[in-house]
């Protein structure tokens, strides 16, 4: 039997306690290196730039002494505007990254293995909502930059983390293929 796949604002995804490692297998390690200076394509980059493989190894032994505390977890949320049904599919949505102990990450890395995430969130929204004539835009927006219908999803989410959560949202937007 064939399971239904999710259309593109039709359903609105939660997935808690996500790992570390998870997110991070998902991000564009690719552009990450690329933003950093290399120019060898990830993985051949691990290969060929010790600097880059020190790197990349310190930010994984950091992410896993991170899940070591009992106070941490990743979360990803969608929300979409407007009726949540086949016939009328929204035309944009909001996907909010929880962090929970952010403040156990080391100020050395914190920024690189935030950009991580959120890059494996997007590319965690995309396969659940790209298809054959849907494509997934992802806008990382700060929480200041946010519309009144983007704040209320935002407020939404927040009531239901522990108090201290960061939260990163990010605009989705609808493109044909």
């Known amino acids: 039997m064939d399971m239904e796949r999710d259309k593109w604002g039709d359903n609105q995804l939660s997935a808690q306690d996500l790992s570390a490692a998870f997110l991070s297998s998902k991000a564009d390690w690719r552009r990450f290196f690329q933003e950093k200076g290399f120019e060898d394509p990830y993985p051949m980059v691990l290969y060929k730039e010790e600097s880059a493989e020190e790197m990349h190894d310190e930010l994984m ?32 949505g909001l996907l909010l990254l929880c962090v929970r102990g952010a403040r156990h990450l080391r100020r050395a890395t914190s920024e690189d293995i935030l950009w991580l995430w959120r890059s494996g969130a997007d590319a965690w929204a995309r396969e659940a909502y790209d298809d054959e004539e849907v494509a997934t835009e992802t806008k990382w927006v700060d929480a200041n930059e946010l519309d009144e219908w983007e704040w209320a999803m935002l407020s939404e989410v927040r009531n239901m983390c522990d108090e201290g959560t960061e939260i990163y949202p990010t605009r989705l937007t609808k493109v044909g293929k």
């Open 61 to 92: 032994e950091e992410m896993s002494r991170w899940h070591g505390y009992k106070d941490v977890g990743l979360d990803v949320y969608t929300r979409f505007e407007g009726s949540l049904n086949e016939s009328e599919a929204a035309d944009r």
